[in-house]
């Protein structure tokens, strides 16, 4: 059964958010009902689906208990009430997830961070598969990717690479991207054909704004040196490179991408908020899940996740344990979408259960 009291509060809310938007509100009261507008529109549309869908059966019901309709009529009226009755269920269970308690993350941009793990130079080389794969993700959903930090490799691929994800619902999509990731297969600098198995970690953080976590400057230890790089570029030639240490946590930040010390400054402040931020979300979650079984969105850095296996093309997600034969297309953003649909049911599956248990 749906929560037909938590669905009445949230039309009256709709209502009433409507209503105050039509009355020219001033501009910062116009951007928060606009959202909070946005945020209930779909679960009013299906609560009002779902409201017309019983209104009907009660009708169709009392047609079936009348003794003096016509045998035709009833006839239909009962194949009527079949249909129905799998649409008024399929209803509640879309009414059940969107009432769900949110991620008050899950709108916000992303800071996606790929290290290179155990695997040397192989490492490497699928640290850059995997930042490929989520660039052309993000280009497949209209989201913005912006490079903050680089550490390439000598034979290619990355030792680390930052970027930061703009767009919508960027963080719901990829929160569950976090942990370590590993790939077999034969390398191509391998002459007897033999398997390796090499890792990166991913972490996906929420990207924090000032007022989400607020860092004071007592706190912080601000050390400027010398960029290192290929001789002789411009970049080399002042000491623009910034490394921010938070000293209550023991979080190192270092940027040195820019050729100005205080764009590097800025880069270095957003990803240290973020992991901030993220530490704190983490903190919470754990306290949350003490008493319970861990969940999938725990995002526990040291976790292994998910395998790509070349030899047998298969990637597996040992979460949920669900494999699909396809990992070309994983790897190219295509099929990155049945992963995370999945993940994302398993979540919801959980939060559900949890509901009914706390209820």
């Given at each position: ?240 490179a910034v490394r921010i240490t938070h000293l209550p946590t023991g979080i190192v930040v270092t940027q040195q991408d820019e050729k100005s010390q205080h764009k590097n400054r ?94």
């Amino acid at each position: 059964m749906f929560a037909r009291e938590k669905l009445n509060k949230v039309i009256d809310r709709f209502d009433q958010v409507e209503a105050q938007l039509a009355s020219a509100p001033q501009a910062d009261d116009f951007v928060r009902l606009s959202k909070e507008y946005s945020d209930l529109s779909p679960i009013v549309e299906v609560g009002r689906e779902l409201l017309g869908v019983e209104e009907e059966r009660t009708g169709l019901q009392d047609m079936l208990d009348d003794p003096d309709a016509d045998a035709e009529m009833s006839a239909l009226a009962r194949d009527e009430l079949g249909v129905l009755d799998e649409r008024m269920s399929a209803l509640q269970e879309r009414l059940k997830i969107l009432l769900l308690p949110k991620d008050a993350a899950d709108d916000k941009n992303a800071i996606l961070e790929i290290r290179a793990g155990t695997g040397g130079d192989e490492a490497a080389l699928f640290a850059g598969d995997l930042f490929r794969m989520y660039q052309r993700y993000a280009e497949a959903n209209g989201w913005k990717l912006d490079l903050m930090s680089v550490s390439e490799a000598d034979l290619g691929g990355y030792k680390e690479i930052i970027a930061e994800i703009s767009g919508k619902g960027v963080f719901a999509r990829l929160k569950f991207e976090s942990g370590v990731h590993r790939v077999q297969r034969v390398p191509e600098t391998e002459s007897g054909g033999r398997i390796h198995t090499s890792a990166a970690t991913v972490a996906v953080l929420p990207e924090a704004e000032e007022v989400d976590i607020e860092i004071e400057d007592k706190d912080l230890r601000v050390d400027v040196y010398r960029a290192s790089g290929p001789g002789g570029q411009s970049v080399n030639t002042t000491d623009s490179a910034v490394r921010i240490t938070h000293l209550p946590t023991g979080i190192v930040v270092t940027q040195q991408d820019e050729k100005s010390q205080h764009k590097n400054r800025a880069k270095a402040m957003k990803v240290l908020r973020s992991r901030l931020y993220d530490a704190e979300r983490q903190r919470l979650a754990s306290e949350r899940a003490a008493d319970r079984r861990e969940q999938v969105g725990s995002g526990d850095r040291s976790e292994r996740i998910r395998t790509y296996n070349f030899p047998q093309g298969r990637v597996t997600d040992h979460r949920i344990n669900l494999t699909l034969y396809k990992i070309d297309k994983v790897l190219e953003g295509e099929a990155l979408d049945e992963v995370v649909d999945a993940l994302t049911a398993d979540h919801q599956a959980h939060l559900l259960a949890a509901e009914s248990e706390y209820h």
